[in-house]
Structure formats: C-alpha cells, structure tokens
C-alpha cells in the first residue's frame, strides 16, 4: 500500500505542477496585452521562446522546492 500513496501523491504534484504553470503563462500573458506569445512562437521569435523558457525554468525549481 506504499507504493500507491507514493503514486497519489506524485499525481497530485503533477497536477498542482501542471496548473501553476498554465496560470503563470496566462498571468503573463495578461500581463503583456502587446506581446502575443503564441503568435510570436509560430513566427519563430527566438527572444520569446527564450523568455517562456526561463519562465517555465523558474517556475519549475519554485514548484520543486515547494513539494520536497
């Protein structure tokens, strides 16, 4: 029965992991009425790609350290 705590509980990360990420894309997504991400990643626009990277980076290790 260990084994299936250990599951639920990486279910559950994933999901709060999952939607954090989600909600900070859309936060800045608001954030930035002039930027259009999507639009700018199907235009290859190297600097934004970079940027989300870094978001999703960031957010990562702040979601990682929260669950240890």
């Known amino acids: 029965m260990d084994w299936v705590n250990y599951l639920v509980t990486i279910l559950i990360s994933l999901v709060i992991g ?3 990420f989600v909600l900070a894309y859309k936060i ?3 954030l930035t009425p002039g930027v259009h991400f999507a639009e ?3 235009a290859d626009n ?3 790609a970079i940027f989300l990277a870094g978001l999703f980076i960031g957010m990562g290790l702040l979601l990682g350290s ?3």
């Open 18 to 20: 999952l939607s954090a």
């Open 28 to 30: 800045f997504d608001l």
């Open 40 to 42: 700018q990643l199907k």
């Open 46 to 48: 190297k600097s934004v």
């Open 66 to 68: 929260a669950v240890k």
